[in-house]
């Protein structure tokens, strides 16, 4: 397992199949991650539109200080 020194948040929403492939990799290379689900925490997708300057677009991954918008790409 490898391990983490900055904690993952990524932020998805229900039936985002780029979200399931993101979270199944880092599932696969045994990444700890916390999952938030925008359609049912509340003030997550106004938090989400903060950090991807307004787009609506899942997921958007966070390693420490770095923002993922997408999963390679697409999202």
Known sequence: M???TS???????KECSYSDAAMSEMDDEGTIYNKVDIDEVP????E??????GEPITPVI?????IIIGYHGLG
């Open 43 to 46: 003030g997550a997708k106004e």
């Open 48 to 53: 989400l539109l903060k950090l991807s300057n």
């Open 62 to 66: 966070l390693r420490g200080k770095e």
């Open 2 to 4: 490898t391990q983490q």
């Open 7 to 13: 904690t993952i948040i990524i932020y998805t929403q």
